[in-house]
């Protein structure tokens, strides 16, 4: 039996990606006008949290919920992976019960290992080196607003993390330019960089970053387990903070997203984030859509 999983953006082509948008929209239409479609009816998602997330969770369980199919949700205190089973062992116990498995953890070596042992697909709800379900939304976004972001400019700035890893395949696969503004010493793994070298540059100056760019993307400082850092990187990330002054370097229909939470006042001016240029709400609501046409591609388009 042949298993796809979804561990970043690459284990989906080009093409794959743009039709997989393109479903999200029609699905999302589909929702709004009432429409009832259940491709996945008695089919269970199990959600393996181990780091906290709100649109993650709510997203994930509302569309198996609307595609007639249901999602358990797991975390390590309530599961024996929180008192030291295996992983490997975890993942050939869970995936002979349910038809999918989505995990929200730490270590992306151990979302690859448990991915090995699956006997369903696994999708990446986020790990510490990739996040790509959320570029899946901020696509989907991007298209329903200014349409095609091939040929785009898009302007990273903050930290070189998870997101701005996903944004890097995403450039490389959807054809767009991807300039990356970020501190010395927080700048993403460049070996990530260096498969996507014909279309991202990193450079120090957020404002040199964001001239004429289409998109302007940001993230929090200090993410989940990097709580210890918080007070460090507020000093350091301080002049990263997209502001009205450096919304107004990017052309003047360019948008402005954030994965939230978001918190005003460090990497984002509340001005900016409740602003006109911002699509943040359409973004989150989208995480729903896109995952829903990646549960169908998963489970219902691909061969099994």
Same mark, same amino acid.
């Given at each position: ?117 699956? +006997? ?31 040929? +785009? ?55 040199? %970053? ?37 919304? %107004? ?19 984002? %001016? ?22 829903? %046409? ?11």
């Amino acid at each position: 039996m042949s298993i796809r999983h979804f561990l970043t953006l690459n284990d989906l082509t080009s093409d794959e990606f743009k039709a997989l948008i393109q479903r999200a929209i029609e699905l999302k239409a589909m929702q709004h006008r009432g429409e009832r479609y259940e491709p996945l009816k008695n089919r269970v998602l199990a959600m393996i949290f181990e780091k906290s997330s709100t649109r993650t969770r709510v997203s994930f369980e509302t569309g198996m919920i609307q595609f007639g199919g249901g999602a358990i949700f797991l975390s390590p205190r309530d599961t024996q992976l929180g008192r030291g089973e295996p992983v490997e062992d975890s993942a050939r116990v869970l995936s002979g019960m349910v038809d999918c498995i989505m995990i929200r953890t730490f270590d992306h070596e151990q979302l690859e290992r448990f991915a090995r042992y699956s +006997k369903v697909p696994v999708i990446n709800a986020l790990t510490d080196s990739y996040h790509p379900c959320q570029l899946l939304a901020d696509v989907q976004t991007y298209q329903e607003y200014r349409g095609d972001i091939e040929g +785009k400019t898009v302007a990273w700035v903050g930290d070189g993390n998870n997101m701005c890893h996903s944004y890097i395949n995403a450039a490389h696969l959807l054809g767009f330019k991807l300039n990356i503004a970020c501190p010395e010493g927080f700048e993403p793994e460049a070996s990530i960089v260096e498969r996507a070298a014909h279309c991202v540059s990193v450079m120090r100056s957020p404002e040199e %970053a964001v001239a004429n760019s289409d998109l302007i993307v940001t993230d929090v400082w200090a993410s989940m387990g990097q709580e210890e850092e918080a007070q460090e990187r507020l000093e350091l990330f301080a002049p990263y903070q997209v502001t009205e002054k450096m919304m %107004a370097l990017a052309h003047d229909d360019a948008l402005f997203m954030h994965c939230l939470p978001a918190h005003r006042g460090e990497e984002v %001016a509340a001005e900016v984030i409740d602003g006109k240029q911002s699509v943040v709400w359409d973004e989150a609501e989208n995480r729903l859509h896109a995952q829903k %046409a990646l549960l169908e591609l998963l489970l219902v388009k691909s061969p099994d």
